[in-house]
């Protein structure tokens, strides 16, 4: 018989895994479309009770147990199942241990030991879903009901887990420690079960469970003042549009004041700066160094009156004719080198018979000489000659230079 | 340093850390601004701390003034220890510019809750990011008008009739009214103050002193929208 069962069961969970795309397929999207799968596997899944028609022209879901085991083993936050029902596990454990005490009474052993391996086997499974189920409230806790969008849906989430919180206290509640240690009597396998371990996990949960409870109220708590905040916002706005000469009344005339409303005036100015202070002369020379006086940045941008637009083109050649001056003066240069000879520039102005000013052959010579490359600047020597200012110190008059080569 | 001789080590080293930010504390209340984490969070931190609380509230006390505190003691600001006449005056139009304030501000949170599509209010250290807001209402002309409404109220004073210049303008205005900080000058980023938070309390005084259940109201006229 339970070589049968051994069988039975390999085979469905072979037949899960060897199709676990379309159990996952089905998990994920809540039912499965056979006309996307192949039909002997959907057919298959169907027959060992994986897969399920709700009604007729329904498609296809999960069985809840197979769904419950995922949920559980992926730890899927969108799972809110909670199996409240410990009223039925209380009678079930009930009932094994009275069919354990018959069997034992009647000293049909091996009755006794299927009985009590049974009973540790609800008494497990009922301390782990109540565990199982208190993680599931914590998780959807921890992240503050994420899965759903809305303060509203938030709110009415949060609802519901208070209410599982309470049905499974309630629900706890009617374990009587008094009975189960009544039921246990004197035999050490059930005081073992019954009263050691159950009890110590269900006062864990009661525990557990009330601080689940504190947590879901704090948070509702914090959902309901931002639900608050929002329609006191929506209000406000709604009470002036129905009454646009509204005006708070003068909370602040009556003879006690709100805090709230005690507001003082804003008394202080920033400090002034204290130029005798010495202590304060490196902040203070540093802050002065800093100062950048960019006047152009004050001034306002000038408008044109007419959009002057520039255009970038070819540059046009141009040459500028030499300066007939200028000429002049290279001319007296080549003739300083011809003639290797120290040669006064007036003289040679008036030699020449050149028509130039005194004055400005003088300063053409000068510059002439001033703007020579060094290398040829070095061939030359310029000597003004002159004599310094009879009234102001420190003039030199210019009457005429010489130029010869070095 | 009084306190010294009486704290054990640790708590001497956290006094002594906070009394650096003390004057700039005092300074900051004095000059009528909300503390709260988003604003300046060792002052806050520091005024949480009940040593550094009495002290700072043993200077005020000279001159007439208190630390008083709003949002579940999460805000603080400074307020008179003693009403005279003039305090009377000063509280009173403060109180008025409170009130006047009061609409554009509603408007302003209802537009960015709206626009931005979430459950809660703005509240102190919710970020806002301007160019993403922008966008959003320029794409709803709905958004866009109620912009324009409350950007011409005076509290605001824009003349704008570009959408840029006017929540510009209504952005810059609420930081310099405490409402908002921007804690990098170069990015577009606002972060709610708790001066918000003392906003909500206002109103809800408001509300319930005279009695006029905003909430249900509220409630009533989204449950005629959903029918």
Redo the contacts between chains.
């Keep these: 018989m339970s070589n049968n069962l051994h069988q039975a069961g390999v085979k469905l969970l072979k037949q899960l895994s060897r199709h676990a795309d379309v159990v996952m397929d089905a998990y994920l999207a809540g039912s499965v479309s056979e006309s996307t799968h192949d039909v002997a596997v959907i057919e298959k899944l169907k027959k060992s009770g994986i897969l399920w028609r709700p009604e007729p022209d329904e498609a296809l879901r999960l069985k809840r147990s197979v769904r419950a085991l995922l949920e559980e083993a992926l730890s899927d936050e969108r799972n809110r199942q909670i199996d409240a029902n410990v009223g039925s596990a209380f009678s079930t454990i009930k009932t094994l241990a009275d069919h354990y005490k018959e069997a034992r009474h009647n000293i049909d052993y091996g009755a006794a030991e299927a009985y009590l391996a049974d009973l540790s086997e609800h008494v497990y499974s009922f301390t782990d879903s109540l565990r199982y189920s208190i993680r599931v409230l914590w998780s959807r806790i921890n992240n503050e009901f994420g899965y759903v969008g809305s303060i509203n849906a938030k709110i009415r989430e949060n609802e519901l887990a208070q209410s599982q919180v309470s049905e499974l206290l309630n629900g706890l509640e009617m374990f009587q420690f008094s009975e189960l240690s009544e039921i246990a009597g004197d035999i050490r396998e059930l005081r073992r079960l019954l009263v050691t371990n159950l009890q110590e996990t269900l006062s864990q949960c009661t525990l557990e469970l009330s601080a689940v409870q504190g947590r879901l109220l704090e948070l509702i708590g914090r959902f309901r003042q931002i639900q608050g905040r929002t329609r006191l916002l929506k209000g406000f706005l709604l009470h002036t549009e129905l009454h646009p000469d509204y005006q708070p009344e003068n909370h602040v005339a009556h003879k006690h004041v709100p805090r709230l409303f005690n507001c003082a005036e804003a008394i202080i100015k920033p400090a002034s700066v204290d130029v005798n202070n010495a202590s304060h002369e490196i902040v203070l020379l540093e802050a002065v160094s800093k100062i950048k006086a960019i006047s152009r940045d004050l001034l306002p941008s000038k408008v044109r009156e007419h959009n002057v637009e520039t255009t970038m083109t070819e540059v046009e050649d141009f040459d500028i004719p030499d300066n007939p001056l200028k000429l002049a003066v290279d001319e007296y240069f080549c003739e300083v080198i011809d003639s290797g000879l120290r040669q006064s520039a007036l003289e040679y102005l008036k030699a020449n018979k050149l028509e130039w000013e005194a004055e400005n052959w003088l300063y053409q010579v000068i510059g002439g000489y001033e703007g020579l490359p060094d290398e040829h600047k070095a061939y030359f020597e310029l000597e003004p000659i002159g004599e310094p200012d009879p009234i102001y110190s420190g003039n030199f008059m210019i009457h005429d230079v010489e130029l010869w080569l070095a | 340093m009084s306190e010294q001789s009486r704290t054990p080590s640790q708590t001497t080293a956290s006094s002594e850390t906070t009394l650096v930010g003390t004057g700039m504390l005092i ?1 900051q209340l ?4 909300f503390i709260c984490r988003t604003t300046n969070e060792d002052g806050w931190r520091a005024l949480k701390n009940s040593t550094t609380f009495d002290k700072v509230e043993q200077y005020l006390n000279q001159i007439n ?1 208190t630390i ?1 505190s ?1 949002a579940e003691g999460d805000v603080f ?4 220890q003693q ?1 005279g006449e003039q ?2 005056k ?3 139009s ?2 008025k510019d ?2 006047s304030a ?2 554009p501000l ?2 302003w ?2 537009l960015v ?1 709206e626009s931005s599509g979430q ?3 703005l ?1 102190e250290g919710a970020p806002i990011r301007l160019t993403e807001l922008q966008a959003r209402i320029e794409d709803t002309p709905a958004f866009m008008e109620q912009l324009a409404k409350l950007s011409q109220y005076r509290l605001f004073g824009s003349t704008s009739s570009n959408v840029d210049n006017q929540i510009k303008l209504v952005f810059k205005r609420l930081v310099e009214l405490g409402y908002l900080v921007k804690p990098n000058s170069e990015k577009q980023i606002y972060i709610a103050t708790g001066k918000l938070d ?1 906003l ?8 319930e ?2 009695g ?8 009533t ?2 449950q005629r929208d959903l029918v």
């Design positions: 300074e004095l000059r009528g601004e003034r008083s709003a600001f400074c307020g008179y009403l305090e009377k000063v509280i009173s403060q109180f409170i009130c009061l609409i509603v408007e949170l209802v809750q459950d809660a209010p509240s003392y909500y309390e206002v109103i809800r005084f408001i509300d002193t005279e006029l259940s905003l909430e249900a109201q509220a409630e006229a989204t």
